[in-house]
Nanobody
Framework: QVQLVESGGGLVQAGGSLRLSCAAS????????MGWYRQAPGKQRELVAA???????KYTDSVKGRFTISTDNAKNTVYLQMNSLKPEDTDVYVC?????????????????WGQGTQVTVSS
């Protein structure tokens, strides 16, 4: 099993910044990609940003130029630096990791999700 523990959410005024962290632990052979999604009540979960083990990144259009995703591979941790926050960024942000696990001579890849952290941006 793999656990994802998120931190860094909170309440901030518009124009402010927050940094989210997500640390993965457990039975990990390798992490192929990590990302952040957000989900408002009654809406579909949306990819915010993702990063691969090769450090390729992608962002949803609404956060380009404001958010930066990065990783510390030694710590199995992904970060999301969020600058110039807007009220419409208010959501629950959920960490995701695509993890390869080794069992004997076999390898298996699974998607894991964190519990989510609330980000609230006031106007």
């Amino acid at each position: 099993q793999v656990q994802l523990v998120e931190s860094g959410g909170g309440l901030v005024q518009a124009g402010g910044s927050l940094r989210l962290s997500c640390a993965a632990s457990g039975s990990i052979f390798s992490i192929n990609a990590m990302g952040w999604y957000r989900q408002a009540p009654g809406k579909q979960r949306e990819l915010v940003a993702a990063i691969t083990s090769g450090r390729s990144t992608k962002y949803t259009d609404s956060v380009k130029g404001r958010f930066t995703i990065s990783t510390d591979n030694a710590k199995n941790t992904v970060y999301l630096q969020m600058n110039s926050l807007k009220p419409e960024d208010t959501d629950v942000y959920v960490c995701n990791a695509e993890v390869t696990q080794k069992s004997g001579n076999s390898y298996y890849t699974y998607n894991y999700w964190g519990q989510g952290t609330q980000v609230t941006v006031s106007s």
